[in-house]
T-cell receptor, first 112, second 112 residues
Framework: GENVEQHPSTLSVQEGDSAVIKCTYS??????FPWYKQELGKGPQLIID?????GEKKDQRIAVTLNKTAKHFSLHITETQPEDSAVYFC???????????FGQGTRLTINP | DTAVSQTPKYLVTQMGNDKSIKCEQN?????MYWYKQDSKKFLKIMFS???????INETVPNRFSPKSPDKAHLNLHINSLELGDSAVYFC???????????FGQGTRLTVV
């Protein structure tokens, strides 16, 4: 089945700097790749997603890139702010599979 | 107004007891899920339902029995609770194929 690897497990950056989190997936049939942000005591919240027919997507300070050949995708956060501190999860889904397979999570800390 | 709501938020119970967690979504989605998040924050699919029918059962022990009375509700009943069942359980719903899944706020289950 699908396996998603996420790195790094923890990331600490200075406020205003950029943060990058990377994921690789194993099943070339995967065609949907969302990113979730989970704050303490809350459920994961979808922040951006990308489908396999697109190489890059941007939403304000957040962008996601996808390399289908290499089977990896990345989350880029620019101009980081303290409220970006959270655990971030990547995920992958195969069309028709009716489930998301999650990476292990990255705890991002923004230092003021 | 909450898109996906689950109750209770906290559940503390003794080993051997039976307990239920309820979930409701008002997004009109056909697909609902239960995910388990362990102490290391890893999110793993347990069950997936599409229009009240079980689609995925990821080798979850028989003590866990989901029930979907209608497509807006997916409840989780757990028999004979064990210490290892302690975790945070998330309900979610989505468009078909896991697209744009919304998660509830989670139920922290502690078995003592």
């Amino acid at each position: 089945g699908e396996n998603v690897e996420q790195h790094p497990s923890t990331l600490s950056v200075q406020e205003g700097d950029s943060a990058v989190i990377k994921c690789t997936y194993s099943d070339s049939a995967s065609n949907y790749f969302p990113w979730y942000k989970q704050e303490l005591g809350k459920g994961p919240q979808l922040i951006i997603d990308i489908r396999s027919n697109v190489g890059e997507k941007k939403d304000q300070r957040i962008a996601v890139t996808l390399n289908k050949t290499a089977k990896h995708f990345s989350l880029h956060i620019t101009e980081t702010q303290p409220e970006d501190s959270a655990v971030y999860f990547c995920a992958a889904s195969i069309k028709g599979a009716q489930k998301l397979v999650f990476g292990q999570g990255t705890r991002l800390t923004i230092n003021p | 107004d909450t898109a996906v709501s689950q109750t209770p938020k906290y559940l503390v119970t003794q080993m051997g007891n039976d307990k239920s967690i309820k979930c409701e979504q008002n997004l009109g989605h056909d697909t609902m899920y239960w995910y388990k998040q362990d102490s290391k924050k890893f999110l793993k699919i347990m069950f997936s339902y599409n229009n009240k029918e079980l689609i995925i059962n990821e080798t979850v022990p028989n003590r866990f029995s989901p029930k979907s009375p209608d497509k807006a509700h997916l409840n989780l009943h757990i028999n004979s609770l064990e210490l290892g069942d302690s975790a945070v359980y998330f309900c979610a719903s989505s468009q078909e194929g896991g697209i744009r899944a919304f998660f509830g706020q989670g139920t922290r289950l502690t078995v003592v």
